[in-house]
């Protein structure tokens, strides 16, 4: 009768336990489609974000390029009645070495993919004689769901990371519209500049020397501001050498080490 | 397979052979199974009559329970009630097919006797006689019967697309279980019978001698597979050809088996499908299955050795008694062997039944501790890891915490530099353009004022301005202004 009873209540806890198990199967299933959106949605993030600071840095050097082609030469022609200018050319200003060097700076790593680890001969002989082929099959789908939750933790330390790469570009973004207006505020007061110098030159003649202090001034002033429009224009939107840039580098290493030690052990 | 187990399987074939010699001849059911052999040793139309008979009683009719249609006794009042032919006698209707009743065997006859045909205590009378008992027969439209053909009962219950209901799922389940307890009782009580007749005849040293190999054997390889030697895979093939399921491993196994695999043969679970795929593993693993909770409150001090033995059956505790030690083998044996004489020589065979079943389990007892017992140890030490997933989710969750505090934390301080950052540079660009425009006009100009607002603007790139008064301006007037854009 015992073996009876054994064989009947193995029945009915093997019908529960199909039934539990396959109930956490979904849950995983579930799990992992969330997993995944996770990770999409983190690298839609960064994609956008690297998308819009694309644009505002193409739009620093559409800044840069309207200055060099166009006040500069005015600025030439004016100012070389009175003075030699030698103008030399610097390497054009290459948007995707720009554009290049910040994704270089905030790149997303890959996520590695939690797999359910299948029971070992072994382990499955030893299991059966310790728990029974119920609690095994259970066993098996807790192995499944509990992959699919670490798949979740790691896709939200990856989401983490789309943020700090986020932030980052929201950063240099913030810093290239800066710049972008530094520039569009330098060139209005160059141009004025330029008018003020060719109205005293046409005044006063081509000898700065028999200049007024005022006149000389402002064609001091005109030069200064040439050199430093120079000046501005080499300045490259991340610098990498300053807080911002060294902070960010903290920030995106932490997370990398992070998500190596997540992929690492999701992987174990 | 190593020498030693090949020696053992030889020898428990060669012994098993001897035994059928020298025993009773008429035991070992005919191992060829065909239609002349069906019907002429192990079918029973007068079983079935007699067995339809007993349902209907005194009634014509009769509800079947799995289909809910209303049988007849009489085929050919079926045929006439449904119209079979039409008034020129030719037939146009088998609707009568779905009310005529039939008797059916639930645990058909080919099944059984796949397992059974390897037990040598059963003859092919015992196997008829068992087989056509009521508990193996229901009664079915000749209908239902024919399309269900060689199909398990388990094949037809978990087949979602044969419109079957639930209720009818449901009894059919029932029945199946039903006629599987009662058929294996009456096969194990009648193995036991013949084994005691046996042993009256003197052949207890054979019964030894052949039982305790094969089910040594199967505990061993066990064993070899806990200890991760063997995979299931070889274990299993090797097992096949040792023919683990000579008496001991038939009768109650194959309940067990039965309950466990049928319901879930079909499922897609990784854990079952790699054991229902594989009969010698599945006997594998039986052997563990019958005993493991008995087991481990023994060794949990729960149960003594008698209460173990107790618990786990007569079979089962053969199997097991070398994972627990030849101490309490004697105690199984003496079991074992009391039940066997008590059923050959009631009142007086019980004492020479107890000395047999005494050898029976010490020589058990120290074959298979041997094998079984430094294995018990690896498989609760692998026990212990199968649950290393949940340390592993629990490490991940650690590091998940830490991860996210950590890295907003950067963020934080990150944005906080930033705007920091920004705010001055936005404080001093203002303050640069201010000094500028508020020198630059021509009323009040001063060219310092101009070119301090200038080196402001230029000290956040790290510059200055060229000229930082009008005697650095003229000293260089006479050569060449240098710019680069």
Redesign the interface.
Known sequence: M???A???G??AR??YS?DK?LKMDEKALKKYAKAFERSEEAELLVRKKAEFTDKRLMNVAKKKRA??QST?PKFVDV?SQ?????????TKVNEIAIRDNVRKLAVLDALSVSVK?????????????????AK??E?????YL??A??QM??A??VY??A??IG??Y??IA??AD?ISN?LM??NA?FIRSINETSLTIEKNGLD??NYS??D??V???C?????????????PVVDEK???CE??M??IA??EK??E??NQ??K? | MNKDSDNMATEAMKNLGMMEQQANSNLGITYEYNEENRRKLWDSKKGKEDYKDKVFGDKETYVDPISGKVLHRSKKAAQNKYHMKNSEGENTSTKWAAHSAETDHINALKDVHDVAKHNPFLSDSDFKEIMNSDENYRILSKKDNTSKGEQSDWKVITDKNNGMSSEARVQMAKEK?GS??AL??KFAVRTVENVGKEFATGAKDTLVKSAIPLTAEAVRK?CK????E????DAAKEMGKVVVDVAVAGG?NK??L???NS??RN?K????S??ANSNQVAQ??TV???V??S??KYINGEIDGKEFI????V??ATMVAGMIGGSIGGEIGAILGGIAGTVALPGVGTAAGVVAGKVIGEVLGTIITTVACSAIV???N??K??ND??L??S???K??T???K???N??D???S??ER??KY??EE?QNG?NM?LSS?CEQT?N?QG??DG?DK??AL?G?S???KN?DE??AQ?D???????
């Open positions: 015992i073996i009876e054994l064989a009947v193995a029945l093997t019908f199909a198990s200055i060099v500069v100012y009175i003075q030699k200018i030698e103008l030399e050319n610097k680890k299948d029971f070992t001969d072994k382990e499955l002989v030893c299991g059966l004689i310790t728990k029974g082929f095994m099959m066993m098996d789908s807790e192995r509990s992959a939750n670490s933790r790691a939200n330390v983490s990371q943020e700090s932030a980052v929201d950063a913030a810093h800066r530094l505020a330098m007061l700065v020397r202090a005022y000389k001034g064609l001091m002033t030069v200064n501001i040439a050199a430093a429009m120079s000046d501005i224009i080499d300045v300053g807080q911002i902070s960010a903290e920030m932490t997370g992070y998500l030690k997540m052990a999701v174990a | 279980i599987d307890i294996q009782g066990l597979v806990a200890n991760g063997e995979s299931l895979g109650t309940l067990v039965d309950v466990v319901q879930l499922s679970n990784a854990v079952f790699k054991f594998i693993v563990a299955m019958i493991k909770e087991a481990v107790e618990e786990v059956g079979k089962g690896s498989v609760y692998t026990s890891h199968l997933y949940k592993k989710e490490q991940i969750r590091l998940e830490e991860a996210l950590e890295m907003e950067q963020r301080k990150f944005k530099i930033v950052e920004h540079w936005d660009i353009f500028i630059a100009f060219l101009v070119t200038l603007i230029l790139f510059k301005v060229a000229f009008l301006y003229e007037l050569m060449p202004l240098k710019l680069s854009f």
